[in-house]
């Protein structure tokens, strides 16, 4: 079957590091734009980067920027965001998602995980 699979999230301190990781399985990331989303409790679900399939251009909403990293290992199958300096606000579910289109919207087009929990806090 066609799904993601996100892994790596967990309790981090404010100010610390963790890397997401999502693999695809079914399909072939080579021509899809991958995207990463989070939604913290309450609020709407947030796009926060994405790269291309064409051109390897990235995306990154202001709020990350200079602290998180989108990447892609096509021969691996698998996506990943690296995120540093974390905040407590930025404590959320953060769900994977690709689309043969362009960067996946927030709204559900596309290939989409379930979704891992990070939280940081002290």
């Known amino acids: 079957q066609v799904q993601l699979v996100e892994s790596g999230g967990g309790l981090v301190q404010p100010g610390g590091s963790l890397r997401l990781s999502c693999a695809a399985s079914?399909?072939?990331?080579?021509?899809?734009?991958i995207g990463w989303f989070r939604q913290a409790p309450g609020k709407e679900r947030e796009a926060i980067s994405c790269?291309?399939?064409?051109?390897?251009?990235?995306y990154y909403v202001d709020s990350v920027k200079g602290r998180f990293t989108i990447s892609r290992d096509n021969a691996k199958n698998t996506m990943y965001l690296q995120m540093n300096s974390l905040k407590a606000e930025e404590t959320a579910v953060y769900y994977c998602?690709?689309?043969?289109?362009?960067?996946?919207?927030?709204?559900?087009?596309?290939?989409w995980g379930e979704g891992t929990l990070v939280t940081v806090a002290s």
């Open positions: 790269i291309s399939s064409s051109d390897g251009s990235t």
């Open positions: 998602a690709a689309d043969e289109k362009g960067c996946p919207g927030a709204g559900g087009e596309g290939v």
């Open positions: 079914g399909f072939t990331l080579d021509y899809y734009a």
